[in-house]
């Protein structure tokens, strides 16, 4: 079982999510000024440092911040595993998750697959954007905290309460989403380039060896 099947249960039984970032709005705009403890971190000044939120004013990201669930994992805790239905996109507010795949063409001893770690994501990092766009998206790798780590998530529903109440706020929060896939998707197609160049090179190589 991991954290967001949980949460997928409780969306289809229509039971409530976990409680939402609570900040009022003083306290929002307090925590945000450089005035308050210019080194000591808050989910303010988080927010504001994501890159993909830029074009947010103040108040969007506030608005914005309200919908998140903030939620500590423990070291080793599943926050999904591959081929779970994805429903949530994650900020890393502090931490570090090891994204993990069950790779097909590695068997070990007694016939199972091996995990293979992809990448370790770290404080600012995020992912699982996929699942607000596409319907059943089942996820393509499983998200394991390596240490203990704070995670900020926002699920469909809360997606969908945006969209009703805060529609500006909603599309730029999907624009978001999809400049983060867009880069994605440009990367893994560079490091494709890549690797067909390479294996051109070798190819070659073992041609001109003959």
């Avoid at 699982?128 to 529903?157: C, V, Y």
Wanted: proline share 3%.
């Amino acid at each position: 079982m991991s954290y967001e099947k949980d949460i997928l249960q409780s969306i289809q039984d229509g039971e409530s999510l976990p409680q939402k970032v609570d900040l009022n709005i003083l306290k929002y705009f307090w925590q945000a000024s450089p005035v308050f403890g210019a080194k000591k971190q808050n989910i303010p000044k988080f927010l504001r440092a994501i890159d993909v939120f830029k074009n947010f004013t103040d108040n969007e990201l506030r608005i914005l911040c309200r919908h998140f669930h903030l939620r500590k994992f423990d070291s080793k805790e599943i926050i999904f595993k591959q081929l779970d239905l994805g429903v949530g996109f994650y900020l890393i507010y502090s931490g570090t998750v090891d994204i993990i795949v069950e790779d097909s063409n590695r068997i070990d001893e007694e016939d199972e697959k091996t995990p293979r770690l992809v990448v370790s994501l770290d404080s600012g990092d995020y992912f699982g954007e996929l699942a607000l766009l596409q319907e059943n998206s089942l996820r393509n790798a499983s998200a394991i905290s390596r240490d203990n780590t704070l995670l900020l998530g926002i699920f469909k529903p809360d997606v969908e309460e945006l969209i009703n109440i805060h529609p500006i706020i909603a599309t730029k929060l999907l624009q978001s989403i999809s400049i983060i896939i867009a880069n994605r998707l440009y990367s893994l197609t560079k490091e494709a380039r890549s690797m067909k160049q390479k294996l051109f090179e070798l190819e070659k190589e073992l041609e001109d060896k003959q």
